[in-house]
Each structure stands twice: as C-alpha cells, then as structure tokens.
C-alpha cells in the first residue's frame, strides 16, 4: 500500500505524470467541469474533503511554480483567499522557489480549466474556492 499522502489512485497518477507547465485545478463542489477534462470527484459532502484539505494533499506531492485564482475570490472569499496565500506562502518555503500568484476574471478561470490536465472537485461549499496550479520542476 502507498504511504505518501495522496492515497486516492486516480489523483496520484495524474500528480505523477505532470509535467513541466501541465496545469490541475482543485475547485468547490460548484465550478463546471468541462466534459473533455478529466474529473477527480472527492467530494463527499459539503465540506467534505474541505478545499484546503484537498490542495495542501494535493500540493504535498507537486512541485507548483505558479498558479491562478478568480479575483473575485478577493471580495466573496476572503478568509479562504487568505488561507489560500498563506498555505503558498509555506509551499514556497518547502520547495525554495517563488511561486507566482496571477489573478483573472472567474469567466476567465473557467476558460483555463479547459486546459488542465485534471480537475480536482472538493467538497467546499463557499464561493470562489478555486485554483489552477501549474507544475514546475525541482531542479
């Protein structure tokens, strides 16, 4: 049995098999999925698994080197944003690099998801509690 943190199987082969510049989304319960990107559908109820609980599993296991964020997030969702930014802000310690931080319109968001190699479906139920990341490599 693995023991990394990433125990879901489908999760873990997407994680390793990105590559440089490959994008993940981790989203809410409630962003739309594009039918040709695949779902990895975590949720179980609401809040269950929460956003953060699924981005600090997920970020424990991928190098990110930046990543987008709805700006809406800003004024809708604060507490999560700032959760959010603090958790990066760690990341950015564990790995040594400077992660960027690029915020667009939520219609905008939506737009680039259709290019990610995976979304990731918490069971958050709070507005905007959406992140694109994008792989980098650790050397």
Do not use: W
């Not at 310690?93 to 290019?115: L, M, R």
């Amino acid at each position: 049995m693995k023991k990394t943190t990433v125990l879901n199987a489908q999760l873990s082969q997407v994680i390793a098999t990105l590559g440089h510049t490959d994008s993940l989304t981790i989203c809410d319960a409630g962003l739309p999925i594009p039918t040709q990107v695949e779902r990895i559908d975590l949720a179980l109820s609401a809040g269950v698994p929460s956003f953060l609980q699924t981005f600090n599993a997920v970020v424990s296991e991928m190098f990110v080197e930046r990543v987008v964020i709805a700006q809406e997030i800003k004024e809708k969702n604060p507490k999560i944003l700032t959760a959010l930014l603090n958790s990066l802000s760690q990341l950015e310690q564990q790995q040594g690099n400077h992660i960027d931080v690029e915020y667009v319109s939520h219609e905008t968001f939506k737009a680039y998801t259709h290019h990610s190699k995976a979304i990731v479906r918490s069971g958050e139920c709070s507005p905007y509690a959406n992140v694109i990341l994008y792989s980098g490599v650790p050397f």
